[in-house]
């Protein structure tokens, strides 16, 4: 079927192909009588704007990129189905890479997007991202970006993060609350401020309660299954096994659990657990995982509308932070056996 064209529907009612392009842009010096039938009188031959001739013309290419670190977990995905909801309402298209974890391709993802004339980008950073010097150059030279989850403190934009502090904070009060005192903290790469504030969260709870630790009870464990595995062995090899772990993240949680499981050790009877990020495996995993439940999807949208702030005023808007609370469920990897 042939496209139909500005020049067809200017053909069809005898009119200037100017008057219809007024028509479709909603330009003043143009009568509502006329619009209205130009516009009926398209719709009729179906007519529908060419996009990429649309993107030249508003100088915006109605694509929105996200960054995201992996797509191992449930938490990302559930970020970006938050995001596509706003985003598609707003016809944006949502274009989605992965950095697996690895910051140069993390640096070539941006660098992508950024040459496909992305009206704006979210980003996650990744576990090994160190220099923001391309981030922080965007957002000098007006590029809308907006950053999530794992953000970094020194570029000032618009972020949204989950309150890591306080729910670190409870969690590990949880395991003392249970009676457990030898409590060791898995944590994530101490250059990601969430690692560092969930980090803090354990330290305070601990110092609160008075209960007397180490430097060798923090571990930087890495945030994978098998960086959970590893410590765990390493500790236990060593005969340094905790009464109580809480761990960065449900991965490094679970990997613990089936290492312990591995050499006989039971879980809670022998070391509880708890984790975070509330991952679909949490209450699969025998016993279930007690875990620190995130707001996913509200994070996405609040992320997305956020972007869309930025593109609306041309990057004038200002620059917010988001802090989003969440809960605890507790489940039987936690509670001590009476």
């Given at each position: ?7 067809d ?49 508003k100088q ?24 596509q ?17 690895n ?11 950024e ?8 980003i996650?950073?990744s ?8 981030l922080?150059?965007?957002?000098k ?24 502090y ?143 702030k ?29």
């Open positions: 079927m042939k496209h139909v064209t500005i020049k529907v200017a053909k069809r009612l005898n009119c200037s192909v100017s008057s219809v392009s007024r028509a479709f842009n909603d330009k003043y010096d143009i009568r509502k009588e006329t619009r209205d039938l130009i516009l009926a009188t398209a719709k009729e031959m179906g007519y529908s704007p060419n996009p990429m001739a649309k993107s030249l013309l915006c290419s109605n694509q929105i990129g996200v960054v995201v670190p992996e797509f191992i977990n449930s938490f990302f995905p559930e970020v970006i189905l938050g995001i909801k706003v985003l598609l309402e707003k016809k944006y298209q949502v274009l989605i890479t992965s950095s697996n974890e910051s140069e391709t993390e640096m070539e993802n941006l660098m992508n997007m040459d496909s004339m992305v009206d704006g980008i979210i996650s950073v576990s090994e991202t160190k220099n923001i010097d391309y922080t150059k965007m957002v030279e007006g590029f809308p970006v907006v950053m999530f989850n794992r953000v970094n403190e020194e570029i000032p934009i618009s972020k949204v993060i989950f309150n890591d306080k729910w670190a904070f409870f969690a590990t009060e949880h395991l003392i609350e249970q009676g457990y005192r030898n409590i060791y903290h898995f944590s994530g790469p101490q250059h990601l401020s969430l690692s560092k504030n969930r980090m803090n969260g354990f330290r305070d709870a601990m110092n609160k309660h008075k209960l007397p630790f180490t430097s060798e009870q923090i571990i930087e464990t890495g945030l994978l299954i098998e960086d959970g595995e590893r410590i765990i062995e390493n500790l236990i090899k060593k005969g340094t096994i905790p009464e109580a772990i809480f761990a960065m993240n449900d991965p490094t949680a679970i990997g613990a659990m089936k290492m312990l499981k591995k050499y006989k050790l039971k879980i809670p009877e022998d070391v509880a657990i708890v984790g975070f990020s509330e991952t679909k495996l949490a209450s699969l995993i025998e016993p279930a995982l007690t875990s620190v439940v995130q707001p996913t999807y509200e994070m996405g949208m609040h992320v997305a509308n956020l972007l869309l930025q593109i609306e005023s041309d990057c004038h808007a200002e620059v917010e932070t988001i802090v989003l609370n969440g809960k605890i469920n507790i489940r039987e990897s936690s509670v001590r056996v009476k």
